[in-house]
């Protein structure tokens, strides 16, 4: 048993990581492209499990419904973690540590071999979910840049890049050291995306195949 606070506090941060990364981890890609008997995503495309992937089925539907579900993820996993504490000093700090980790399971799902998704739509329902402004911020951004050049790759990085300084210029400290430590996540997740914009051999958004 915890013999004071300061055990109970740290035994329930790692209670709160752990449901973040265990609901963050739920593939909800593969599940639904299954369930639809499109067969298995990691084998099309980029096989990656998230929704630009399933986009590339050619069913726009389950594209969205993977969209609303992996971002909606990430922001239930912050509420239900900001609610351990209501209008406490943990609060936030409890929906940062489950957002994080959620974003953490979507990209690295142990049901998969740790081999996941890029966590772009966890992200930004973590964000919306902790800071609605700089989450709005961030979708925003994503919108106008995959409007402009129809990357989602190139879209996802200037949107997350861009979060922490929308939290910065909002004085939300610890909200733009979360954005922060997810746009590097980002970063390294899209490497190859990264070497393909530059290379200009990216799919563009709506293509099924790369």
Request: hydrophobic share 55%.
């Amino acid at each position: 048993m915890p013999e004071n606070v300061g055990d109970l506090i740290s035994m329930a941060h790692l209670i709160v990581a752990l449901f973040g990364y265990l609901l963050g981890s739920i593939p909800f890609g593969l599940v639904l492209t299954r369930l639809a008997g499109l067969g298995d995503i990691r084998e099309i495309g980029s096989g990656n499990v998230g929704a630009t992937n399933v986009l590339r089925t050619g069913n726009k539907a389950l594209a969205l419904l993977t969209l609303l579900l992996d971002a909606g993820k990430g922001g239930i996993a912050a509420l239900i973690a900001y609610h351990l504490y209501p209008g406490g000093p943990n609060g936030l700090d409890f929906a940062i540590i489950a957002g994080l980790a959620a974003v953490i399971g979507h990209n690295f799902p142990v049901w998969l071999k740790f081999r996941g998704g890029k966590g772009v739509a966890t992200t930004l329902g973590t964000l919306l979910a902790i800071s609605w402004q700089v989450g709005l911020a961030a979708c925003v951004t994503w919108a106008a840049i995959a409007a402009l050049f129809r990357y989602s790759s190139l879209a996802a990085l200037v949107a997350l890049a861009a979060a922490p300084i929308y939290a910065g210029l909002m004085d939300l400290e610890k909200v733009a050291v979360l954005a922060a430590l997810l746009a590097v996540l980002a970063i390294i997740r899209h490497h190859e995306n990264i070497r393909r914009l530059l290379k200009g051999e990216e799919s563009k958004i709506g293509r099924k195949k790369e």
